[in-house]
């Protein structure tokens, strides 16, 4: 099947929460934030900004009538700051007035007296002073010190790794509308609509039930909408509440960069102990997470780092600790990865300080201690149908690593002030959320008297095409032609208490209830087939809009089938619930089996390096990848080429930079860089590995959305060989992203 929204994006018709049509008495909202990091409010004025025709009103935390609180995993972030502000960009009042050019310039109107407080920007400078989120978390296997003691070589470093923003091409935004009886609609662009459901009975101080919450779909959301979404729908339910009137609040890309969260930086350090074999017997690392001002999603990213720290290795004995360090930044929150890839670069720059200093090629280390079946990880979980090791001698052997390498050296040779630099990157990652209570799904599936299927789940479309998939296995199961599917938006009314669209679970969770919901309905259809076929139900089978017999077509059709089971009364509706098993994790012991399975992978990039002015170009990226069975290998390409240059972007240009008064400074697109298409590899060539794939990913097709990022981190590596190629004594640095104004540094070190 077809991406089904690629007709209509393309025609410019596929609709997004700004696209709707609004009331007549519909109003524009606007907030206003803190031009200050840190400090008491000593005062607000709001007088002229209240005075201005148009105005409506001005809404502050004096005005919520639950509790001002849209704080997740810790309840430590209000709506709306009371006394203190926490970083540059938090909300403290919402303008509602007729116009967004009376609500901006209302804003402009608004002053305020802060009196400022020390200010904390780093993860290093929170850890000095104890400013923590929570305490830390360690995952331990087997005794390090013993092993460090015991090993042949032993190496620390220390590696950072910048944020990242977001950009998801639809800004942050919400169309709230009231209902009858004081209840309350809201269109959000959210991938969480159960968590904007919650937060917003808990700020507007009524029940879950009283609120609707209805996602179209998102213009994408890269985990930025998975909890940040909620405060801007909140702050417009609690206008709606007090106004009785609709209220439409969409984010400009400034106040979008300003005021939310992104990619957590991470300044890490680490220690690496190996045999003279190669096989690394001991790893230790600190991760300190710059969380920002408040808990958002940051404890269970930290857990993830945790969950990824050895990658795709097997090492026996292991100490990672993880601290999520409080800052005055704008709390950060999901990115695709969500933690794995910090974890990830920094076994691979301790891999890659081991190599440099011992004389030998990365690649050496990293494949004498790939993940083997049976191996454990590190908390706790043995690992099965491990793929670590196939996808990297497939990708050595289909791609011609040995050639490749030659290649380079001659170039190399031939050329002084052109370099070439090549790398591996293997990946292992882990699919489910981390937190086991939220691995669960729902499907509502109708079948209609005409016989065409409505189907909701709790899966929000952001360009993963998972509506897609849902309708692909509504169509396997069913049998019937596309033309009678249609997917429904994703509803809290329709489907309730749903896990957000997130961690690369969306489809395996929603296409396992989608698929339980039809084969709760093709039984029972199967029996009234049966009567009028006076067949047997073992030999009745449903493909292409007739019922077959034996493998043989009969003279009935879908639609019959529909209309017959209709006058027998036979339920054409089912809802089902979807829960992944085995799943489990103890968080006292640190120990369990977290995970459904594992996304295998291995990535060849070779860079080139322009030594004079110190760009590069990114010559190709050659994928094995683990897709399982793929129940649509065109999608699946897809987000492999698009979550890999979200990577290289991420390790190569994407610069999050703030001042030390904890002002974003990279705040638009004229100083903030993603790739284009001159940054992007020349060519992208992906190879799917051939498996059997796994029994709780859906059709067996496994979850693709988050693991080919960490393709990207290759790029890095490749980068820094080809500098170390032209400069010999360049000291190799894990400071991401690799800039050119890094590469130029780097080239011309002494």
Known sequence: MKNIDSFTHVRGESLFVDDLISRQDALIGLCFDSPKAHGKIISVDYSKAEALEGVERIFTYKDVLGENQIGGIIPDEPLWAENEVHFWGQPIAFIVAKTDAIAKKARALITIEIEELPIITTAKEAKEKGSFINAPRSFNLGETATAFANCNFVFEGETFSNGQEHLYLETQGCYVVPQENGSIKITSSTQGPTQVQKIAARVLGISMHKIEVDVIRLGGGFGGKED??????????????????????ILNRHDDMRMTGKRHPYASSFKIGLTKDLKIEAFEAEFLQNSGAAADLSPAIAERTLFHAANSYFIPNVKTTVYSCKTNLPPNTAFRGFGGPQGMFVIESAIAKAADALGIDKSKIQEANLLEENNEFSYGQIAKEVQAKNTWFSAKERFELEKLKKEVEIFNNENQLYKKGISLMPIAFGISFTNTSMNHARALIHIYQDGSVGVSTGAVE???????????????????????????????????NTSPSAASSTADLNGKAVEMACNSLIKRLTTVAGKILLSSEEKIHFKKDFIFV????????????????????????????????????????????????????????????????????????????????????????????????????????????????????????????????????????????????????????????????????????????????????????????????????GLYER
């Open 228 to 249: 940040q979404a909620t405060p801007w729908a909140v702050m417009a339910a609690v206008a709606v509440q007090h106004l009785n009137k609709p209220v439409k609040y």
């Open 462 to 496: 952001m360009g993963q095409s998972v509506n897609t998939k849902m309708l692909q296995v509504t169509q396997d199961i069913l049998g019937i032609s596309a033309s009678k599917l249609k997917i429904e938006t994703t509803n809290t009314t329709r489907v309730a």
């Open 550 to 745: 034996d493998g043989k077509k009969s003279e009935l059709t879908w639609n019959a089938l529909i209309a017959q089971a209709m006058l027998e009364r036979v339920s054409l509706s089912e809802n089902a619930h979807y829960a992944t098993p085995i799943i489990n994790f103890d968080k006292t012991k640190e120990k369990g089996h977290p995970f459904a399975y594992h996304v295998y992978g291995t990535a060849i990039t070779t860079v080139t390096v322009d030594c004079i002015r110190g760009i590069y170009e990114i010559e190709n990226v050659k994928i094995v990848h683990d897709f399982g069975k793929s129940m649509n290998i065109g999608i699946d390409i897809g987000q492999v080429e698009g979550a890999l240059v979200q990577g290289i972007g991420w390790m190569t240009m994407e610069e999050i930079s703030y001042n030390n008064e904890g002002k974003l400074l990279s705040n638009s697109l004229s100083t903030y860089k993603i790739p284009d298409i001159f940054s992007s590899p020349k060519t992208i060539e992906t190879i799917p590995l051939e498996t059997d794939g796994n029994e709780m990913a859906i059709r067996k097709s496994k979850a693709v959305g988050e693991p080919p990022l960490m393709y990207g981190i290759g790029v890095y590596f490749a980068i820094q060989q080809a500098v170390k190629e032209f400069n010999p004594k360049y000291k190799l640095k894990f400071h991401a992203p690799f800039t050119p104004e890094k590469v130029l540094m």
